[in-house]
């Protein structure tokens, strides 16, 4: 997959373009539907599937003080879109000066001017423009006169709920991972490079491998069994997310408890898919108290998560 940063690097005259548009945070299933949808157009006219997407999030220029934190930073975001088999991305820098453009100015200037499109498929909540004061059916409108077919999705439901980033965020800041992934089509994941600790978990018997924090969204406070993909490999394992009440640590941390595995990974990355949450992070009067209800959580994980 081509990743184009910005509209003046396009090289050459993309191939019977078509197109999405949008923030595509999480990549959920009902994004992916989307972008299953824009490679099957392009394949019927022998074109190019193309995302256009926006670096930053428009909410963090336009009201920082309310952008939450991001399900799918930009690297993991492009990481779940190039697993789908887009063609191409075209990230645009979303600035001041850009959210002033109209909607009428943005489909000439830039989906006909520079990106010939031959099609647009968007999602049925899709806005754009100034003051998000375009929406799916004005994209529709405008873009007839400019000969280009649009496509708008109905919204994917799943179990009664319709599947959207903000829905999936609100589950993994309540602890319902297994409900987010439902929503996702993956387990929920947190990459991060390892790095080194207060050394408590070899002290206690279990060393972890603690993960550089960084500004996207972490699930709620707890203890889970997690799935752990280092080096291409996948192992089992616990995760607290929290402060660790026993020992009053006074920083947010995710440290993970890798099953089965001895080997050294400070400056690794890691990918830690949260599976299930087993607990509150609970304050033990003693080390050996926590110990045994560390020795329970695995017990329980095995019988209730990881089978087979």
């Given at each position: 997959?081509?990743i184009i940063?910005g509209i003046?690097?396009i090289?050459?005259?993309?191939?019977n373009?078509v197109?999405?548009?949008?923030?595509?945070?999480?990549?959920?299933l009902g994004?992916?539907?989307?972008?299953?949808?824009v490679?099957?157009?392009?394949?019927?006219?022998?074109?190019e599937?193309?995302?256009?997407?926006f670096?930053?999030?428009p909410?963090?220029?336009?009201?920082?003080e309310?952008c939450?934190p991001?399900l799918?930073?930009?690297?993991k975001k492009m990481i779940f879109?190039e697993?789908t088999?887009?063609d191409?991305?075209?990230?645009?820098?979303?600035?001041?000066?850009?959210?002033?453009i109209?909607p009428?100015e943005f489909?000439?200037?830039i989906?006909?001017?520079?990106?010939?499109?031959?099609?647009?498929?968007?999602?049925?909540n899709?806005?754009?423009?100034k003051?998000?004061s375009?929406?799916a059916?004005?994209?529709k409108?405008?873009?007839k006169?400019?000969?280009?077919q649009v496509?708008v999705m109905?919204?994917?439901?799943?179990?009664?709920t319709?599947?959207?980033?903000?829905k999936?965020r609100e589950l993994?800041?309540?602890?319902?991972v297994e409900?987010?992934?439902?929503?996702?089509?993956?387990n929920?994941?947190?990459?991060?490079?390892?790095i080194?600790g207060?050394?408590?978990?070899?002290?206690?018997?279990?060393p972890?491998?603690?993960?550089?924090?960084s500004?996207?969204?972490?699930?709620k406070?707890?203890v889970?069994?997690?799935?752990?993909e280092?080096n291409r490999?996948?192992f089992?394992?616990l995760?607290n997310?929290g402060?660790i009440p026993?020992f009053?640590?006074?920083?947010?941390?995710?440290?993970?408890?890798?099953?089965?595995f001895?080997?050294?990974i400070y400056?690794?990355e890691?990918?830690v898919?949260f599976?299930?949450?087993?607990r509150?992070?609970i304050?033990?009067?003693?080390?050996s108290q926590?110990i045994?209800?560390?020795?329970?959580d695995?017990?329980w994980a095995?019988?209730?998560?990881?089978?087979?």
């Open positions: 997959m081509e940063f003046d690097l090289k050459k005259t993309f191939i373009p197109i999405t548009l949008g923030n595509f945070d999480g990549v959920h994004h992916q539907r989307i972008l299953e949808k490679k099957d157009e392009a394949r019927k006219i022998h074109g599937s193309i995302v256009i997407t670096e930053p999030h909410l963090k220029i336009l009201y920082p309310h939450p991001l799918t930073p930009f690297r879109i697993k088999g887009i191409k991305v075209l990230c645009l820098e979303f600035s001041l000066a850009f959210a002033e109209s009428l489909i000439k200037n989906l006909v001017d520079k990106v010939n499109a031959k099609k647009i498929i968007v999602g049925y899709y806005r754009f423009g003051g998000k375009g929406d059916e004005d994209l409108n405008n873009c006169l400019f000969d280009i496509e109905e919204a994917l439901t799943i179990d009664h319709i599947v959207s980033s903000s999936i993994i800041k309540e602890g319902e409900k987010a992934s439902k929503l996702l089509g993956r929920y994941p947190i990459i991060g490079k390892v080194g207060s050394k408590r978990g070899h002290e206690l018997g279990f972890t491998a603690n993960l550089e924090i500004d996207e969204l972490y699930p406070t707890g889970y069994a997690v799935e752990v280092w490999r996948i089992n394992g995760a997310v402060f026993t009053e640590a006074k920083s947010f941390s995710l440290e993970v408890y890798i099953l089965n001895n080997r050294e400056g690794d890691i990918q898919n599976k299930k949450r087993i509150n992070e304050r033990f009067s003693s080390p926590l045994d209800q560390i020795r329970k695995i017990q095995k019988e209730n998560v990881f089978l087979g």
